[in-house]
C-alpha cells in the first residue's frame, strides 16, 4: 500500500481498523495481524505528519517539530507501560504470539490516536 498518495482521511482510517478486526476474527495468523496493525500506523504517522507540515509557515512547522518530539517521548513511555501491563496480565511470556499481538494492538491504537490528531489538524486548515 502507497501511504504517501493516501488521502487520508478519518474515514480510511476506520476502513483500517475494520479490516484489522476482519483479519483478528479470522483467527489465524492473528500476531501478523497485528503486526501489520502497528507497522501502517507507523507509516501513516510520519505521512500525517509530513502532509500536516506541508501546510505550516514555518514557525508553526517548527512548534510542530518540538510537539512532535514531546509526543515521541511520551510514546516511548506509553509503550513500556504497554509492555509491562501485558506481562502483569499473564497472556504468556514476551515471546508468546499472544503476548506479541497484544502489544502491537496496544502500541498500534496508541500511534493511531496519534495519527488522527493529526488529521483533524490537516483537515481545519483552509
Request: glycine share 2%; with cysteine.
Amino acid at each position: 500500500m502507497n501511504f504517501s498518495s493516501y488521502s487520508q482521511s478519518l474515514k480510511e482510517i476506520e476502513k483500517i481498523e475494520t479490516d484489522h478486526q476482519d483479519c483478528l476474527d479470522t483467527g489465524i495468523g492473528m500476531k501478523n495481524c497485528s503486526a501489520e496493525f502497528y507497522a501502517i500506523s507507523d507509516s501513516l504517522l510520519n505521512v500525517a505528519y509530513k502532509n500536516l507540515k506541508k501546510k505550516l509557515n514555518l514557525f508553526e512547522q517548527n512548534e510542530l517539530k518540538n510537539e512532535q518530539r514531546k509526543w515521541l517521548k511520551e510514546r516511548d513511555r506509553y509503550f513500556v507501560k504497554a509492555r509491562n501491563e501485558t506481562l502483569d496480565e499473564n497472556v504468556g511470556d514476551e515471546n508468546s504470539n499472544d503476548f506479541k499481538m497484544i502489544l502491537y494492538d496496544k502500541n498500534a491504537e496508541f500511534v493511531f490516536k496519534r495519527v488522527k490528531k493529526l488529521i483533524n489538524r490537516r483537515t481545519k486548515i483552509k
